[in-house]
């Protein structure tokens, strides 16, 4: 299993600056890289401060810049949002200028409170989502590509600079029904899931879905993987977990709010809404808490055949002590569900 931060931009003041913000979430990269970690993801959202990034690959690259080894995720890339015309070509030049590390996760979207103020209802998302991919996948692969379909309609026209790889970056699918895992990986993707606040029966029946799906797809699902996104952190004492469950409970309160809920925002600051579900429960699901319960923890999703975790530890928490969980995580967990390919440098 491997292991992987997301860089999630958190912004709960203003008065921070959104530069630092940025600062916080390269240092973290620079630290998983060097630690061992597989991988960092970048979220997208617009026109808010939670999961704040409306730049994902345009980070890729700097984040490229400042690391050697690590994989970057967007987790996940819009695509209803963009004409497919102009954002393969970003692709690939983002391909290239992340040297190949560039995974692209991509997704419909699932915040009404932006998609709908870019013009675009959310019941045409799925419509959407699905032209697009078909036409970014065809201008990656092809040259002299025309289109005439729901959304977009041109005459050929060729990208360029044309891939590194045929077909671009490898791509993740972001979905979280079963059913929608399962169609996934029976196309050969890798896929990207979060059971959110549902129970461990509904995450198996996620990986069961995946596991099915990636049998069905023979050769092309030979090597794809299913990666789980997670709110986690480390914790030395259970005060500091108490206290950590806590503020991730005051920042779901803030992800219910638009994901799904009222999408209630003041000038760019996401409330946090009353949560029903009670704060034990909020502890048993999410990763937060000592070395030995996170591997307790993890050694079920390890069992169920879970490739890739992605940890958000942006939740709120102080900058330090969020880079110190990155580090105690690496050093005290890590290890006992990877083989090193790579040896961590020790960071002084």
């Not at 997704?107 to 998609?115: D, K, Q, S, T």
């Not at 079963?178 to 990207?192: D, F, L």
């Not at 790579?342 to 002084?348: C, L, N, T």
């Amino acid at each position: 299993m491997k292991f992987s931060i997301q860089l999630s931009s958190d912004y709960p003041d203003k008065a921070y600056g959104g530069d630092r913000v940025y600062q916080d979430m390269l240092a973290q990269a620079a630290l998983a890289d060097r630690l061992g970690y597989d991988a960092v993801a970048i979220t997208e959202h617009h026109f808010m401060n939670c999961l704040m990034m409306p730049a994902p690959l345009q980070f890729a690259v700097k984040i490229a810049a400042h690391t050697e080894q690590l994989k970057i995720i967007t987790a996940i890339s819009i695509l209803p949002i963009r004409d497919m015309r102009i954002f393969a070509g970003e692709v690939v030049v983002a391909d290239i200028f992340t040297e190949g590390r560039l995974l692209l996760g991509v997704g419909r979207g699932n915040f009404a409170y932006e998609i709908e103020r870019l013009g675009i209802p959310m019941e045409e998302t799925r419509a959407r989502f699905d032209e697009s991919l078909e036409v970014l996948q065809a201008l990656l692969r092809e040259e002299e590509v025309s289109w005439d379909g729901t959304y977009y309609k041109f005459d050929p026209i060729t990208v360029m600079p044309r891939p590194m790889n045929p077909g671009g970056p490898p791509m993740m699918m972001a979905a979280v029904k079963p059913e929608a895992i399962y169609h996934c990986a029976r196309q050969g993707y890798h896929v990207q899931t979060t059971p959110l606040a549902g129970r461990q029966s509904f995450l198996r029946e996620q990986v069961e879905a995946f596991n099915r799906g990636k049998e069905e797809a023979g050769e092309a699902g030979k090597d794809i993987e299913l990666t789980l996104l997670r709110v986690g952190f480390m914790c030395h004492n259970e005060m500091e977990k108490r206290e950590r469950v806590q503020m991730a409970q005051y920042f779901l309160g803030r992800f219910d709010n638009v994901h799904g809920g009222p999408g209630i925002i003041d000038n760019g600051m996401v409330r946090s809404l009353p949560r029903s579900q009670a704060m034990d429960q909020v502890a048993r699901s999410l990763l937060i808490g000592m070395k030995q319960e996170m591997i307790d923890k993890l050694s079920v999703y390890d069992e169920l055949g879970v490739g890739r975790v992605i940890l958000n530890v942006n939740f709120g928490c102080d900058p330090h002590e969020t880079l110190d969980s990155i580090q105690y995580f690496a050093e005290e967990v890590m290890p006992h569900f990877t083989r090193q390919d790579r040896p961590a440098k020790k960071i002084a």
